[in-house]
């Protein structure tokens, strides 16, 4: 069977946490503990089983099951800074002049800023190397927009997502050297484990004024904006979505911040409701890989089916919608995967 996301629960605990011990350096928003699995679970679990707008204490955990095992992990952040905020960069450009000399020149600038207060966050994305490459982490990526969709009253309609920056080969960050570095004065470990549970740090001792770029080394100038190898074919998929690059960055190390209204994220915008007709033979002919997911918060759970819908109905098998949780009759959302379909 292909594999299936669905909400975390207690049960997942253990798995989650042998997943996590291989996020690597710079994914900040996956928990790194066995305590802060378990903590994240059982307030995504308040948060889905609420009706109520979601606020900057809850999250929507969820996890991509295969075979049996949990293979991968994505959250959902409904209420980015509310509760403490949220810096970023923006790059900004300034031009200056000097007519008597004839002389004109063009500077970029850093500028602390707080752009993304009240944004919904998408973060936490992570896949073993048992699936990687497989479509699992498309599948664990865009199957987020459909579960935001399902519960669009309850969060922000401006979206974001934060991407890893781009470290060299030995596992530096060139940006967090020649930058946050000088003002922390702890590791790059230490500032982002710290930063995931505490922003008040960043407050007090990141430099107020603006930064010239052309001030730092050019290792640093280099990066910005760039995505971690790992991280690139993240970028990509969202950027096809429909998401944007704003000349936002990260602190610590200039991965590129993204931002999309929901409702223009192509998985939302081409995504149906269709009825659920259960076969024992499927017709032929219907190959188009397409996203389904039952859209209820508590019952959500999101698969690939290579299947287009037929005047209105979803044609799949007895195991398929055992795997959905799903009956003959109900409905679900499919999105296709290939842009532009209608």
């Known amino acids: ?48 089983a609420s009706k109520e707008r979601a606020g900057p204490k809850d999250v929507f955990f969820f996890v991509l099951e295969h075979e049996g095992g949990i293979e991968g992990m994505s959250s959902i952040f409904p209420a980015l800074g509310e509760d403490r905020p949220f810096y970023s ?34 973060g936490t994305l992570l896949t073993s190397d048992k699936v990687r490459g497989t479509g699992a982490g498309r599948l664990l990526s865009l199957s987020r927009f459909l579960f935001m969709k399902t519960v669009e009253d309850r969060i922000s309609n401006q979206i974001m997502a934060e991407i890893r920056g781009k470290f060299t080969e030995d596992g530096e960050s060139p940006f967090w050297n020649a930058v946050a570095s000088k003002f922390f004065h702890m590791s790059f470990e230490e500032a982002d484990t710290r930063s995931a549970h505490d922003f008040r740090f960043i407050a007090d001792l990141m430099p107020k004024f603006p930064i010239y770029t052309e001030l730092l080394p050019d290792d640093a100038r280099e990066v910005l904006g760039q995505p971690h190898h790992l991280s690139a074919a993240a970028m990509n998929m969202l950027m096809k979505e429909g998401f944007h690059y704003a000349r936002c960055v990260d602190i610590f190390d200039a991965g590129p911040s993204l931002e999309a209204e929901l409702g ?16 024992a033979d499927l017709p032929e002919g219907q190959e188009e890989p397409g996203l389904v997911a039952v859209p209820e918060a508590e019952r959500f759970r999101a698969t690939i089916l290579r299947r287009k819908p037929s005047d209105g109905s979803l044609f799949v098998t007895a195991a398929e919608a055992q795997s959905l949780g799903v009956i003959s009759g109900e409905k679900v959302m499919i999105s296709p995967l290939k842009k532009g379909r209608r």
């Open 264 to 279: 223009r994220i192509r998985t939302v915008r081409e995504a149906e409701m269709v009825t659920v007709r259960i076969l």
């Open 89 to 122: 960069y923006r790059i900004s450009n300034v031009a200056a002049a000097a007519p008597e000399l004839g002389i004109s020149a063009s500077s970029e600038l850093l500028y602390l800023c707080n752009d993304y207060h009240g944004y919904t966050e998408i």
């Open 1 to 48: 069977m292909s594999p299936v996301v669905r909400p975390a629960t207690e049960a997942d605990i253990d798995g989650l946490f042998e997943l996590a011990k291989k996020a690597g350096t710079g994914m900040t928003t996956v928990p790194n503990s066995r305590e802060a699995i378990a903590e994240r679970v059982a307030q995504s679990m308040g948060a889905i």
